[in-house]
Nanobody
């Protein structure tokens, strides 16, 4: 099994900052892309940011609504634990949502690529 655990959510005033963290662990052979999605009431779940391993480097992409405010980063795996972060600055009330961590990975070399999800962490931005 693969487990993803998020932390760092909370309540913050508009203009403030939060840093989300996610740790992926368990039976993991490899993880390529890790990302953050969010789900606000009455809206569909949307991709916020993602970071992928490309050769020896990383590639990132962001939703237009968070570009310039949010930064995704990732640590190299240590002891089979994969870490990804989302630094959120200049937060707005419309950023209020449950934020979910995701990881696209394989449990063995011959496994199919599977998207794994965390349980989510609430981010609330007050005006």
């Amino acid at each position: 099994q693969v487990q993803l655990v998020e932390s760092g959510g909370g309540l913050v005033q508009a203009g403030g900052s939060l840093r989300l963290s996610c740790a992926a662990s368990g039976r993991i052979f490899s993880i390529n892309t890790m990302g953050w999605y969010r789900h606000a009431p009455g809206k569909q779940r949307e991709l916020v940011a993602a970071i992928s391993t490309v050769g020896t480097g990383r590639s990132t992409n962001y939703a237009d609504s968070v570009k310039g405010r949010f930064t995704i980063s990732r640590d190299n795996a240590k002891n089979s634990v994969y870490l990804v972060y989302l630094q959120m600055n200049s937060l707005k009330p419309e950023d209020t949502a449950v934020y979910y961590c995701s990881a696209d990975g394989k449990q063995t070399a011959s496994s199919i690529l599977t998207k794994y999800w965390g349980r989510g962490t609430q981010v609330t931005v007050s005006s």
